[in-house]
């Protein structure tokens, strides 16, 4: 695989996904501008122009985040979600660029019992998925030979709040966690996306449209938290299973959002690595390893 000298385009850079790709591009010798939100205003379709203009690759990493506040903003998360990704869109397609644009599962209803293909029909159960799917149409229909829309989901990393990280530092401060067990997803590691991200702008033959980018197999929070235990030596019977009722929130959450990779094959990928595997690799890290402080282990 050969890095192209043509120089990519990465917003939402100051996020969690966004400081993986530009650490991943590079390690791979690939020439990369990193735009956060103080840098780039996506709604701002002139600034879009101006920032698209004389890149080949654009990966827009940024988004609209606050599923629960999207509730009350839907207009505003939509502007980020869907006005801001037309935006980039319509930039790239002026500038002859490759877009690729990082989704999520909440676009789909979550009332499967298998996984979901790239051509499922989508229906959000809530506001963000709504702003999201938004985004994604823009991109099928401006794009439609060299847009990509990436979804993924549960995804955790070293930059910033995330699931697995909240899980460690409350073993710090609890003897036991209780842990929502039938919600059913995919961990995803952000570095592993981010990696992933890399291939598939780098696959020029890979076909436009829709890719799922989560890693493989399935489990729950409950199954997330204890498999974080085991791998970082704390007692996983201190995480204890309970159900979704048990946490009132403003936005409904999919109840099933395990993905299907078939797409993946027609781009010459492979799926992404078993999500126990990612996760294995990731609690390695040192910034994760730094939030085993006080008397937390088994």
Not at 89 to 103: D, E, M, P
Not at 119 to 129: E, F, H, I, L, W
Request: overall charge negative; charged content about 20%; proline content about 5%.
């Amino acid at each position: 695989m050969t890095a192209p000298t043509a120089t990519w385009l990465v917003t939402g850079a100051a996020g969690m996904l966004g400081q993986d790709l530009l650490a991943v591009l590079d390690a791979a010798g690939v020439k990369a501008v990193g735009l956060g939100r103080a840098d780039l205003d996506v709604t701002d379709a002139e600034a879009v122009a101006a920032a698209v203009a004389g890149h080949a690759v654009v990966v827009n990493c940024a988004a609209w985040t606050d599923v629960d506040g999207a509730e009350t903003a839907e207009e505003a998360a939509t502007a980020v979600n869907g006005t801001g990704v037309r935006n980039l869109a319509a930039a790239c397609a002026a500038a002859g660029a490759r877009l690729l644009h990082v989704s999520t599962d909440y676009v789909l209803p979550g009332d499967a019992a298998e996984p979901y293909a790239e051509s499922a029909p989508t229906g959000p159960v809530n506001a963000y998925g709504r702003s999201k799917l938004v985004g994604e149409q823009a991109v099928l229909e401006l794009l439609p030979e060299s847009g990509y829309v990436v979804r993924t989901a549960w995804l955790y990393g070293e930059h910033g709040g995330n699931f697995v990280a909240t899980m460690l530092k409350l073993a710090a401060q609890r003897d036991t966690l209780d842990v929502v067990d039938d919600q059913h997803g995919q961990p995803t590691w952000s570095y592993a996306l981010a990696e992933r991200l890399l291939a598939l702008g780098l696959a020029e033959s890979a076909p436009a449209g829709v890719y799922h980018g989560t890693a493989s197999g399935r489990t729950t929070w409950f199954g997330l938290a204890r498999e974080a235990y085991r791998l970082t030596g704390l007692d996983p019977e201190r995480i204890r299973p309970t159900t979704s009722a048990a946490f009132t929130r403003p936005a409904v959450r999919p109840a099933f959002s395990v993905l299907g990779h078939d797409r993946w094959a027609e781009a010459g990928l492979p799926p992404l690595a078993e999500w126990r595997d990612q996760l294995a690799e990731a609690v390695r890290r040192p910034a994760f390893a730094s939030l085993l402080t006080g008397p937390a282990s088994g």
